[in-house]
């Protein structure tokens, strides 16, 4: 059996093992939360390395692709730099494959439901998920991206793919070397929410991104909403479903009740694919077609 670990700074309260069958191949993933502990996290990947077919890096990236650009997070770098033999990934493959199919899975099985609301979405952060954020611009949806609102505390909308991509070209190399906390949740602050940037998700139709920066801000009524996310718990679902959310797409497969990470689920196809490596988009692409992975619907509401 094929072994995937995803080590997360993210909480431990979230961490999960199942055992899948992708391809004709058994595979066990699993998550390991340090509750924000990056230290600690680098310790485990020494510990594992060698001994597992893939990691992910979980609960951070080790950077953005922002139109072809990279830009690597050097707060993250440490997290992996015990890892000399197992393939590690962040999740970045998926985010510009299967997130990418999204926008048309709304379209074929709630395009008029979307349609009679108007297409307008809000994505928490869209340096972080490009493929996503182009493919809603692409699809036509107005468009708002809360980079500056959920990463800086920065009371600025950016509307247009333009102006993101001058924000990440402008803010990331400053961005990249802050402490990874104080841009995004860790530990126990991921189960923590302060509710804020209120009139953009009342605006919005579809709210969509990281669940973590979702849930984070969002408001008590979220009457009617379509959230598009992963790495969704049961408490989660409970959640949005509470909050009136009408629908949950999930980009990422739900499996034994949880929907992982991109990063997990990245990390599961390089273990089974094993080639020792990372793969590229258009290897991914290719085994998402032979799974028939497609973001997931549930109707909560």
Known sequence: MKRAVSISIGSSKRDKVVEVTLLGEKV??????????????????????????????????LGAIVDGKWYTLHSVAPMARFVKKTPLVD???????????????????????????????LVTLGIDRWGLSRAFADAGYETIYGDLMFGLDIPIAIHKLSQLKFAAALLMPIASRLPFSWIYPT??????????????????????????YIKRFMPDDLQGKVIVTNTTTPEDVAQFKKAGV????????????????????????????????????????????????????????
């Not at 299967?98 to 349609?115: C, H, R, S, T, V």
């Not at 940037?197 to 973590?212: E, L, N, Q, R, S």
């Not at 290719?286 to 973001?295: H, Q, R, S």
């Open 91 to 121: 999740g970045g493959g998926l985010k510009n494959t299967l997130e990418n199919k999204a926008p048309a899975f709304l379209d074929q099985k709630i395009g008029d439901y979307i349609n009679s609301r108007g297409r307008k979405v």
């Open 246 to 301: 009408k629908y949950l797409i999930t980009t990422t497969p739900v499996m034994d009740g949880r929907s992982f990470g991109t990063n997990m689920m990245e990390a599961a196809l390089v273990a089974i694919a094993g080639k020792g490596r990372a793969l590229s988009w258009d290897e991914l692409n290719e085994m998402l077609d032979k799974l028939g992975f497609e973001p997931q619907l549930q109707e909560l509401n």
């Open 187 to 212: 530990g126990e602050k991921q189960e923590k929410r302060t509710p804020k940037w209120g009139k953009y998700y009342t605006w919005a139709t579809v709210i969509a991104g990281d669940c973590h």
């Open 28 to 61: 066990r993933i699993e998550r390991i939360g340090t509750d924000g502990d990056m230290e600690a996290a680098a310790l485990k990947f020494k510990e594992l390395d060698g001994t597992v077919d893939a990691f992910g890096v979980g609960g951070a990236d």
